[in-house]
């Protein structure tokens, strides 16, 4: 681990630093042969799914080196062939693991075994598969209720797995089924599902070659989606004009070095955004009205497309005629001229609009508002359902969207919910169950009283981490499904579990898993490694043993026989799930299939059949005066809630986690010296939340604003602060003090 320091940020992403970080990763954690073998397999056709982000293969030719930086550390972490038993917990108590850093814990290997936490005891023991799986049984069938049981899932999880899972629980008795969607694009899901009939993104790779104008909006690249700058490259080359939307200036939208190619090798990175808009945290909505209002105004309105498509512009077009731009400009913090000029150069080509988005946009208070005022752009333009243009919401986990389709929803519309019952001859449950923030809640005051995760870090990835912590401690089991040890697993119930399954990089008796990635492509996945250890279990056969010895076969559901041969897994899906026909041929092509998507055929399946504007009250978050707006964000050695190291090269940050950036006049103003120590502070009506002594790092960002990673910051966040209607964690809009540190 290399000493705490910072320097000026980078203006470039990947090149040879990359790929030199890439091998010392996956070298350092997996040796030479299995990394190499890991590295072959990785994204290639008839090899594996990258378990990191959901950024799509190309559908044509794939590259020897189909991966980027953090897809190699993804991959890196999960080959390491050491592995955690009976030995390792006997040496590590509790208290001793909960006092390493998150960077440790994935530092230490593979689990290796099923492992048993007794009641009242400090040390992991190790436990048989039955054992473990009677003890599910025992604590499930002790409950008053099904729906004291919380069914979590990760977006790391098959689709076979996931579908599995949503059945078991159903047929347990509780659509309890939260998943890290519910933290991630939940916003996103509910406000295209409202403006335009489906909840995913609308375009594919090759409409980014098509488009005229791309924005990536609340989005950081370089590091979530990697791959992606390859993307943006090809099409700033073809001639698109890229515009950034990020309070932070990043590396991977200023400029991308291609390390396959000369240039990039040679440290010549493409430039990539021509415009970045430094909006202030949660001005996203205010610069979305305004270039929609200057667009109007420059008659860029396709209103043939708006009179057969759409509804609701006339009362949209009034309110943005009402809305003045002194509103729009110190909402937004971009100016008008800004705005005007980005209007003219989506209107100067043919309005072949792509606008993408991640975390930024949707953990906000108004996040669904922002991101209907996105399409309502689109919708203006007639930017979706033709080549170049449309919606991109990018997912953040590999499988994210694909256990959504797969039934891991705890809203599940009537026709799955009634293709299921029909399937499996089982009752299924019509009572919503808890979604993540709900389930925190029920842990905390007893109604939920088990919780289950298949894969995940639940008591990292949530907000309110002392909240939810006592939320887990709550309960009278906690049990993961997972393949490296994390802070959930020592954050427990009376009693806990550990069952480690296969990665996804290792082989599972010759069978194939199926995953979705953001453009809605569904893809075999088959892993090429020797498993870890023999104890392990693939995800299947882990939630189907589990099944069998809580519920025994009921219905039509034989759990052995459906997990034993993932066709047949398959053919349940291909039953219940549509855009699922012929599943087994189909995914067995070269690069899979995709899924239809009505939007993209410019056919709403909303309640009206008819596209959607929305005329929301704008709306932005405001700090009080003197206060500070923080967001949570990653680092670049950082996946989801998996620190694989202390380092975030692109913004100048070594060795150390525990740092806030700041706009440099705010430390100034603070009486704080760049790497000063200071005591951040966020209040919510149950009271203080604290995060002390951290360094506050200069950055180039708007004034007022602050950043800090996750996990580390989630203690900041009060579980009820949340965007309406989706109820996800507001982590990118939280109001806190800043002083200096108590003491120095
Ligand atoms: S872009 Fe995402 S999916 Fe692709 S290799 Fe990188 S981390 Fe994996």
Redesign the pocket.
């Known amino acids: 681990m290399s000493e705490p320091r910072f320097t000026a940020p980078k203006e470039q992403a990947a090149g040879i630093p990359a790929v030199v970080s890439s091998l010392q990763h996956v070298f350092g954690k997996a040796g030479v042969a299995r990394g190499t073998k890991a590295l072959l397999g990785?994204?290639q056709a008839g090899g594996f799914d990258?378990p990191?982000?959901?950024?799509p293969d190309p559908d044509g030719h794939r590259a020897v080196a189909e991966?980027?930086e953090?897809?190699a550390k993804?991959i890196a972490s999960e080959a390491m062939p050491q592995t955690l038993g009976r030995e390792f917990f006997a040496a590590h108590s509790i208290a001793d693991l909960m006092a390493q850093s998150d960077a440790w814990h994935d530092l230490q290997g593979r689990l290796g075994g099923p492992m048993l936490l007794r009641e009242n005891a400090t040390h992991y023991e190790a436990i048989t598969w039955e054992d473990a799986f009677a003890i599910v049984a025992e604590e499930l069938r002790a409950l008053g209720s099904p729906d004291e049981a919380v069914f979590y899932t990760s977006g790391r999880a098959s689709n076979e797995a996931a579908f599995l899972w949503q059945m078991f629980a159903r047929a347990f008795g509780t659509n309890n089924l939260p998943d890290c969607s519910n933290m991630c694009h939940e916003s996103s899901g509910l406000a295209l599902k409202e403006a335009v009939g489906v909840g995913k993104g609308t375009v594919t790779l090759d409409d980014f070659l098509e488009a005229d104008v791309i924005l990536c909006v609340g989005q950081n690249p370089g590091t979530n989606?990697?791959?992606?700058l390859s993307t943006l490259e090809a099409a700033v080359g073809k001639g698109a004009r890229l515009v950034a939307v990020n309070p932070l200036k990043e590396a991977g939208l200023l400029g991308f070095a291609h390390p396959q190619h000369l240039r990039g090798i040679l440290g010549k990175a493409t430039p990539l955004a021509s415009t970045y808009l430094q909006v202030r945290v949660n001005g996203d909505m205010a610069l979305f009205r305004g270039l929609a209002k200057a667009l109007v105004t420059i008659g860029a309105a396709d209103e043939s497309f708006i009179r057969d498509h759409a509804i609701g512009y006339e009362e949209y077009r009034s309110l943005l005629e009402a809305t003045p731009w002194a509103e729009i400009e110190e909402l937004s913090g971009i100016g008008r001229d800004e705005i005007e000029d980005l209007a003219l150069l989506i209107a100067g080509g043919e309005r072949r609009l792509i606008t993408c988005w991640a975390m930024g946009l949707t953990q906000h208070r108004n996040a669904v508002a922002t991101i209907r005022e996105i399409a309502n752009v689109h919708l203006l333009l007639g930017a979706i359902g033709r080549p170049g243009a449309g919606l991109c919401p990018v997912r953040g986990h590999?499988n994210v969207q694909g256990d959504r389709t797969m039934g891991i929803y705890e809203k599940m519309p009537e026709p799955f919910l009634a293709a299921l019952e029909k399937q499996a001859d089982v009752p299924v449950p019509r009572k919503h169950g808890f979604d993540t923030v709900d389930s925190i809640h029920a842990m905390h005051d007893g109604r939920a009283k088990v919780f289950i995760a298949l894969g995940g870090n639940f008591a990292q990835a949530t907000p309110d981490s002392a909240y939810t912590a006592a939320a887990l401690r709550n309960c009278r089991l906690t049990c993961h499904v997972a393949t490296k040890l994390n802070r959930s697993h020592l954050i427990h119930g009376r009693r806990a579990l550990i069952l480690p399954c296969l990665g996804r990089s290792e082989r599972d008796g010759g069978r194939f898993v199926t995953t979705e990635n953001s453009m809605g492509v569904v893809q075999s996945s088959e892993g090429k490694l020797a498993p870890a250890s023999d104890q392990l279990l693939s995800e299947p056969d882990i939630v189907a043993r589990m099944a069998e010895a809580v519920l025994g076969d009921v219905g039509n559901i034989r759990w052995r026989w459906l997990a034993e041969d993932y066709d047949r897994l398959r053919t349940w899906i291909e039953a219940v799930v549509p855009g699922f026909e012929d599943f087994n041929a189909r995914v067995r092509r070269p690069g899979g299939f995709y899924l239809p998507n009505a939007a993209k055929e410019r056919v709403w399946n909303t309640p009206n059949s008819k596209a959607n504007f929305s005329a929301a009250p704008l709306d932005a978050f405001r700090a009080a005066e003197g206060r500070f707006l923080l967001q949570t964000l990653r680092s670049h050695d950082q996946?989801n809630t998996t620190v694989y190291g202390l380092d975030d090269r692109y913004r100048g940050i070594s060795g150390m986690r525990d740092i806030v950036f700041l706009n440099a006049e705010d430390l100034a103003a603070l009486g704080v010296k760049p790497g000063g120590r200071i005591d951040i502070t966020s209040r919510w009506h149950d009271g203080e939340r604290h995060l002390n002594g951290f360094r506050a790092i200069p950055y180039d960002m708007p004034r007022g604003m602050a950043a800090a990673y996750f996990p580390e910051a989630n203690v900041l966040v009060p579980a009820g602060h949340v965007a309406e209607g989706s109820n996800t964690p507001a982590s990118k809009s939280i109001e806190v003090s800043i002083h200096v540190a108590a003491g120095l």
């Open positions: 990785l994204n990258c990191s982000c959901a950024w991966f980027c953090n897809g993804a989606h990697p791959r992606m590999s996946f």
